[in-house]
């Protein structure tokens, strides 16, 4: 009789137990991701972004060493040539020396005649051209100029008085052009006519024309490029 009882006592803990973790579990507020599909689809863009500068990164330091490689085996071929080469790949991939080629022009202007509306022909907001920097990016660009400012690694968009600067300049009134070196223009071309970041404009109050063209000046970088956080390795 005692063990019944016992058995009829566990019993009735386990249950007890186990209606009191399913109350608790129904109490608590799910979480859920409450960032919408912009907020979504910009992260996706930038780790793809990210992704894709990871692998440039991989292959050009692959084809380095494989110089290295062929220049030590070969004595005919001075080791130095192979080091100026890449002094100059250097300047050219950091943006320091203008460059030009097939690409596509985008011109942005205001839908409104300022005139009747009464506002000033600012250019797009630092938000807006980081979406389409970004995007521009993952479509294939190489390089990009806004206006005659060159985009390289460190450069940045910001927002001072509701004026728009780009490596510390600022930016001209509307229109706007971005000039966009690639060698598949027609590709990207397509891509942005669609593109996520020029409906976005428009909804902004922004016209966007877009143009495939056969030759396009990108400018270089005429700025001192400031270097933090390294400093120079005494031999010894």
């Known amino acids: 009789m005692k ?35 912009r907020e979504l689809r910009r992260e996706m863009l ?14 050009k330091a692959q084809t380095l ?24 790949q250097l300047r ?5 020396e203008p460059t030009h080629g097939e690409g596509i022009v985008i011109t942005i202007d205001s ?4 005139q009747f509306v009464g506002q000033a022909r600012r250019s797009p ?10 995007e521009l990016n993952i479509y294939g660009a190489e390089e990009i100029a ?29 229109p706007l052009q971005v000039h966009v070196l690639t060698n598949k223009s027609e590709s990207l ?17 922004f016209s966007v024309t877009i143009d495939q063209v056969e030759e396009v000046e990108i400018p270089g970088y005429d700025q001192t490029r400031r270097v933090r956080y390294m400093e120079e390795v005494k031999e010894g």
């Open 92 to 96: 050219n991939d950091a943006g320091l």
């Open 65 to 88: 060493l494989l110089q290295y490689e062929r220049s030590m085996d070969n004595r005919e071929e001075d080791v130095t040539l192979v080091l100026s080469q890449q002094i100059d």
């Open 46 to 59: 930038t780790e793809q972004e990210r992704r894709q500068q990871l692998n440039n990164e991989i292959e």
């Open 189 to 205: 071309h397509n891509h942005m006519v669609v593109s996520a970041s020029v409906e976005y404009l428009e909804i902004r109050g």
């Open 146 to 174: 806004v206006g005659t400012e060159r985009i390289i690694t460190t450069s940045a968009f910001r927002d001072v008085n509701e004026i728009t600067y780009l490596n510390n300049r600022r930016l001209p009134p509307l």
């Open 125 to 134: 907001s630092s938000e807006v051209l980081r979406y389409l920097v970004n």
């Open 111 to 114: 839908l409104y005649n300022d």
């Open 3 to 37: 063990n019944v009882t016992w058995i009829f006592t566990i019993v009735c803990f386990i249950i007890g137990l186990m209606l009191a973790i399913q109350f608790q579990s129904t109490q608590e507020p799910v979480i859920r991701d409450t960032r919408d599909i």
